[in-house]
């Protein structure tokens, strides 16, 4: 517990450190009339403070962090866990470079990259596609144990959820001239995602075990099963 309590403390100053950084790129790239590569490290350091702050929230709870090989992870499946992360990090940032070549990239007068937008958007959608393959082969490596399965099935249903109704934004918004209010859900679908992304990987990499009720817990449901067993032994009528 004290181990989990101290990774918790470091997490959370981590998640400090990181959140000070954004707020002070939020400010320099205001100060800099939004300049693309400032608003994509502002985003991107936001992202970056949700992962720490995620971990800080799971390392914290009273419950103690079980071997990930007790719940049936494997080496393998560890692996694929941190390439999709990996990729879903790669699809975060050249989506970043997409918006900051697009029109909605700051205000009217805010620079923009000077890419051409349908070559980066292609570039964005491998990295998407890319991701999705490796949750699919996840999803069938996870079927294999049936418990552990169940176990993380939750996750697997809203990143899949998440991930349909994210991609459907995206293409719609790509052939209706990225209109400005489709460019706002597609960027807080990304942070939905990356949000269920992280939190998938530590219910698996880092389980937590089940909490066992304390003494309190114990005593209060004693009288509770006394009179169960008095009600099962009464005679009917």
Not at 134 to 152: G, I, K, S, T, Y
Not at 181 to 197: E, F, I, N, P, S
């Amino acid at each position: 517990v004290q181990v989990a309590v101290g990774l918790g403390r470091k997490a959370g100053a981590d998640f400090g450190g990181v959140g000070l950084t954004c707020g002070v790129v939020g400010g320099i790239a205001v100060r800099n009339d939004l300049h693309p590569f400032l608003v994509q490290s502002h985003f991107l350091l936001a992202m970056l403070s949700i992962l720490f702050g995620l971990v800080a929230i799971h390392r914290a709870r009273p419950d103690e962090v079980t071997p990930r090989e007790s719940i049936g992870v494997t080496p393998a499946l560890s692996w694929l866990f941190v390439v999709l992360g990996a990729l879903m990090a790669a699809a975060l940032t050249t989506g970043t470079v997409v918006t900051g070549a697009g029109p909605h990239a700051g205000d009217e007068t805010a620079r923009r990259y000077g890419f051409d937008i349908s070559t980066v958007a292609e570039i964005h959608s491998v990295t998407v596609w890319m991701s999705v393959s490796v949750f699919l082969v996840l999803v069938v490596a996870l079927r294999r144990d049936r418990n552990l399965f169940h176990r993380l099935s939750g996750h697997v249903s809203t990143w899949m959820f998440i991930a349909v109704v994210q991609g459907g934004i995206g293409y719609v918004q790509y052939f209706n001239d990225i209109p400005a209010t489709l460019v706002a859900a597609h960027v807080a679908g990304a942070t939905a995602l990356w949000l269920v992304t992280v939190r998938f990987t530590l219910a698996a990499l880092e389980p937590l075990a089940a909490h066992a009720p304390d003494a309190d817990d114990v005593h209060a449901m004693e009288p509770a099963a006394e009179r169960e067993i008095v009600l099962q032994a009464a005679p009917t009528a």
